[in-house]
């Protein structure tokens, strides 16, 4: 399955939900926030959050920053 | 007897933002560092309590073990203030905004910004009014960056924007209040904090905008550049604190002719 990552079309097989992704990309206990489709999918919801074919995923966090 | 400072200061004299007390009147950004070490130098020497961080896509395929920025800036102990530095629309603050949201665990206090272009780093003030109105109707407690002009920060309370913050000069330019008279206006207008946003260079730069009646300076150039960045921290503490009891203190009146300190009779020829 192709999943459209931060900007970037990479291949994940065997990956289901949007937890089963983070999971595979080690970002398990990191502090994140998760757009799906354009949606923000809360914490609580990505283990029911099925994934398919071509959608788009952003995984965001916070970096130093102040004004830019 | 002497009276020490901490004795003459006023210990209810705190800034309040969104119904939330704070004994620090500098709030710092937590960019350009060399590294995390030092960022977390840097806050503890300046006596920030409200620190701004950004959101930005997490690197895919980073070292897990990589330190985090919410290591070094606990959640549980600093105000964290999610910015939207880098969005050049309304709808990218918004989304940036609601990602924050999500990140910080419902946390609804937010520094808006929306830039007009990368040259200046000017507010784009129309798309900054309307993406305000989004967000405090999102139930966002929104502190906003913005032009020196007392009109569109007046606008900007009206909305229900818990904190307006005129910049003082461009983004990370160091040049200092450009226009202290406009600051002045905004203070004297506001029904909320009004705090410095950029363009503050030295210690003396912040000590003006707290003489001014601001209620506090926000910046992160001006300690991040600086040959020493965690003695330039506690600088700023200082001057914001200086400038704030010089505030309240009431400075002399301005005169164009001398006016002797010492008696000028009695004199001994």
Redesign the interface.
């Known amino acids: 399955m192709n999943i459209r990552l931060n900007g970037e079309t990479r291949q994940f097989d065997g990956v289901q939900t949007l937890a089963e992704l983070v999971a595979e990309l080690g970002l398990d206990g990191r502090r994140l926030a998760i757009e799906h489709n354009g949606e923000i999918v809360p914490r609580g919801e990505r283990e029911s959050r099925r994934l398919a074919d071509g959608d788009r995923v952003e995984i965001v966090h916070a970096i130093g920053g102040g004004t830019p | 007897m002497a009276e020490t400072a901490s004795a003459i200061a006023d210990p209810d004299d705190v800034l309040i933002v969104a119904g939330r007390r704070y004994g620090s009147r500098l709030l710092?950004?937590?960019?350009?560092?060399r590294d995390?070490t030092q960022?977390g130098e840097a806050i503890a020497a300046a006596g920030a309590e409200i620190v701004?961080?950004?959101?930005?896509?997490?690197n895919?395929?980073q070292d897990?073990d990589e330190p985090?920025?919410?290591d070094v800036v606990d959640p549980a102990r600093f105000t964290?203030l999610?910015?939207t530095?880098?969005c050049f629309t309304a709808e990218d603050a918004v989304r940036t905004c609601?990602?924050?949201r999500?990140?910080?665990d419902g946390h609804n206090l937010v520094k808006l910004?929306v830039?007009g272009d990368p040259k200046t780093?000017y507010p784009d003030m129309p798309a900054t009014l309307a993406a305000a109105e989004t967000l405090v109707a999102d139930g966002f407690e929104v502190m906003v960056?913005c032009n020196d002009d007392p009109i569109a920060a007046r606008r900007l309370e009206e909305i229900g924007c818990v904190a307006v913050m005129p910049l003082a000069a461009p983004?990370?330019s160091g040049l200092g209040i450009q226009n202290k008279y406009n600051i002045l206006s905004i203070v004297e207008n506001a029904g909320v904090p009004v705090l410095v946003?950029?363009g503050v260079g030295t210690a003396s730069d912040a000590a003006v905008a707290m003489e001014l009646g601001c209620d506090g300076v926000?910046?992160?150039?001006a300690i991040?550049e600086a040959k020493n960045p965690v003695l330039m921290a506690s600088a700023m503490r200082h001057a914001v604190i200086a400038g704030r009891q010089a505030y309240l203190a009431g400075r002399m009146p301005r005169r164009r002719h001398a006016s002797a300190s010492s008696p000028l009779t009695d004199l001994p020829f």
């Open positions: 710092v950004g937590t960019g350009k560092y995390l960022t701004t961080v950004a959101i930005r896509r997490t895919i395929g897990p985090n920025l919410l964290i999610p910015n530095a880098g609601r990602l924050a999500e990140l910080l910004e830039l780093l960056y983004i990370g946003d950029a926000l910046m992160n150039t991040a």
